[in-house]
């Protein structure tokens, strides 16, 4: 019996250490020792950290991770805020017959992918496109408003496929909360903004912790929104990266830069997280 | 247990017993450079299965850099992108030109791309396709437009559009009254002729409306009326002539960009008799026409003309004077080094305000 037991458990564990030693360990590794390969003037390649200190050294790399990093956090309080009332209409206040086929509305952008809510996007914003032809239509004005190609569509994009990661753990997080909870406050003569922000919003902490890291590490870590819908000023530091790899082929460049990304996105998660009081562990359940 | 290890290890064998059983040929290539038609007609000559990948010049240089020159069979890099990764990367083998059939391709472009990407006294490249980067006019609101600089002209503020890549940076520079390619020998002097470019281009960023990334944008955009002067293919701007007569390719005054599509053999090509069965096929002159007549793109093969359209040929004498023919500039062999210098200045470009 229990001879049995092993080999099922060795037949289920070893595919998914090899896929984890495979296809997630080994490369890291391997990218990042490339990382500090470095090919010097006489075109040797040396041991050395030129590839992590190029990105302090040339300001143009480390403005644009300021600036994407800047953008990724602005936007994830955005989603929140845009998010928050949804996700609670959605739990407390719609019964839950049609909550659910709600939410499952909300999820059909992500069916489609990225690249189509894109391409829709470009449809609606675009300077002949749906929202300036209907608004001149209207007689509202006379030359469409400029929208596509501008932060103001990057950001538009990036919120509207980040928003459900939102969503989905604020909503599991509200679940939970007895709605005697809520009532007993109102009738002790709670206000509705007490309500908010003494009862359900600390309740909800873990699920908005969760759900903003994922928002945060989706946006800082996209590449195809900022490169289509952000016109001709948005560089964002996953196409710097991009560039390293593609263009260029300075692979070792490359794999520093997404090493920086990494641990700078990994340092901001854990600077929030600090501030703002909450335990990783907590957040993760 | 032991049974359904075995039974699933058979399984697989025999799947891929039956891949192994059709002979195929990987093809790493770029849209438009295979239609359907040509690839089913191959398909039934030859009984080889052709699998297509799409890609462009610096996607298809990291892959087969990644795969040591594994993957693919047959991969189309342009010319100029061919010399210096062979001599650091050796993602190539030596073209047989024995096995090529150069009696139907036109001699001096065979010549050019045997120079361009010779690596010792092997050389890595057939020709294929040929086509210039000028630029696409709306010729309706912009009529005068004929030359790169006008792509930091004041009148057509807010209707310009370009791709931000390294043609760009040639393109400026001859707008400039320079001569780029006369400094590839000579790197310092070549990344302060950048420079001049980079300002250039930063000074003048107001008046662009956007950068195309892609053949379908650079088409939308200028389709759509966003843009009425942008920087193009000659390809895409005839197309576009055919259904919209205001729109046309324009071969700018100080020098069309010449490019030369070719054929590379991967290092570790498991099928290098089908890679130059494909070669000999895609350049016979009727075949060759047929991609031509589709893509609109010039053909190495030599008999092709015959075959072509007459709208097809009518582009050719449109746009190119005899002086714009001896002025375009054809790429030659980029050194190793300068993409780095431009790569950074085309940062600074986009994150510039």
Same mark, same amino acid.
């Given at each position: ?49 030129e ?16 600036r ?45 992918g ?40 990057m ?16 909503m ?67 196409e ?46 | ?54 890609s ?44 090529v ?77 320079? !001569? ?7 790197? +310092?002097?070549? @990344?302060?002729?950048? /420079?001049r470019?980079? &300002?250039? %281009?930063?000074?003048n ?88 007549n ?20 009518d ?8 002086? !714009? ?7 030659? +062999?980029?050194? @190793?080094?300068?993409? /780095?210098?431009?790569? &950074?200045? %085309?940062e ?6």
């Open positions: 019996m229990m001879k049995k037991r092993n080999i099922t458990f060795y037949l289920f564990i070893i595919p998914v250490l090899m896929w984890l030693i495979f296809l997630i360990v080994l490369p890291h590794i391997d990218l990042f020792l490339s990382s500090f390969r470095f090919e010097n003037d006489d075109g040797n390649t040396v041991f050395s950290f590839n992590y200190l190029s990105f302090f050294q040339d300001s143009i790399y480390w403005l644009t991770f300021l994407t990093a800047f953008y990724s956090i602005a936007i994830t309080v955005l989603a929140f805020v845009l998010t928050f009332p949804i996700a609670f209409f959605l739990t407390k206040v719609v019964s839950k017959k049609y909550s659910s086929f709600m939410t499952l509305l909300l999820l059909i952008p992500i069916w489609v990225e690249l189509v809510t894109i391409y829709g996007w470009m449809i609606l914003l675009s300077d002949h496109g749906v929202i300036n032809n209907f608004l001149i239509y209207l007689g509202l004005m006379d030359t469409p408003i400029k929208m596509l190609y501008t932060d103001f569509s950001i538009i994009g990036l919120l509207y496929m980040s928003m459900l990661f939102m969503i989905v753990p604020v599991s997080a509200l679940d939970s909360l007895d709605d005697s909870l809520i009532e007993a406050a109102s009738d002790l003569g709670a206000s509705k903004w007490t309500i908010v922000t003494k009862i359900v919003i600390p309740h909800a902490m873990p699920g908005i912790a969760s759900g903003g890291i994922m928002v945060f590490m989706l946006i800082i870590g996209d590449y195809v929104a900022p490169n289509i819908l952000g016109g001709k000023s948005s560089l964002w530091f996953t710097q990266i991009y560039n390293f790899f593609l263009t260029t082929i300075d692979w070792s460049q490359g794999a520093a830069f997404g090493f920086l990304l990494l641990l700078l996105s990994s340092a901001i998660i854990w600077i929030v997280l600090k501030i703002t009081g909450q335990k990783l562990e907590r957040v993760g359940s | 247990m032991k049974k359904i290890v075995l039974v699933g290890a058979a399984a697989l064998m025999l799947t891929s017993g039956a891949l192994m059983a059709q002979e195929t040929l990987r093809l790493l290539t770029w849209k438009d450079y295979t239609p359907p038609e040509l690839v089913s007609k191959f398909e039934k000559e030859t009984g080889i299965k052709v699998k297509i990948t799409y462009n010049n610096e996607e298809m240089v990291a892959k087969l850099i990644a795969t040591r020159g594994g993957g693919y069979d047959l991969a189309q890099p342009s010319q100029d992108r061919i010399k210096f990764v062979q001599m650091k990367h050796k993602i190539y083998q030596p073209i047989d030109y024995s096995k059939n150069t009696g139907q391709l036109i001699t001096s472009m065979v010549d050019a791309v045997k120079k361009n990407a010779k690596v010792g006294n092997d050389s890595f490249g057939v020709p294929f396709c040929y086509g210039t980067t000028g630029m696409l006019v709306n010729k309706k609101n912009a009529p005068d437009a004929n030359d790169w600089s006008d792509l930091w002209n004041p009148k057509y503020a807010g209707k310009i559009s370009y791709r931000l890549k390294r043609p760009l940076l040639i393109a400026t520079a001859l707008g400039m009254g320079e !001569d780029p390619f006369a400094l590839y020998s000579d790197k +310092a002097a070549y @990344a302060e002729l950048m /420079k470019v980079e &300002k250039k %281009l930063i000074d960023k107001n008046l662009v409306k956007t950068y195309w990334t892609s053949g379908d944008t650079q088409v939308a955009l200028i389709k759509s009326g966003d843009v009425d002067v942008e920087s193009g293919w000659d390809g895409k701007g005839w197309t576009l002539h055919s259904t919209n007569p205001d729109i046309d390719f324009v071969a700018p005054k100080s020098g069309a960009l010449g490019w030369i599509d070719t054929f590379a053999i991967p290092a570790k090509s498991k099928n290098i008799d089908a890679a130059y069965k494909w070669i000999n096929f895609a350049l016979a002159p009727e075949n060759a026409a047929f991609f031509t589709g893509a609109g793109y010039g053909t190495a093969s030599k008999d092709a003309i015959n075959y072509l359209k007459p709208e097809i040929k582009n050719f004498t449109r746009t190119f004077s005899k002086a !714009d023919i001896d002025n375009i500039k054809w790429y030659p +062999a980029l050194p @190793a080094g300068f993409d /780095k210098i431009e790569s &950074k200045i %085309l600074r470009i986009k994150a510039a305000k």
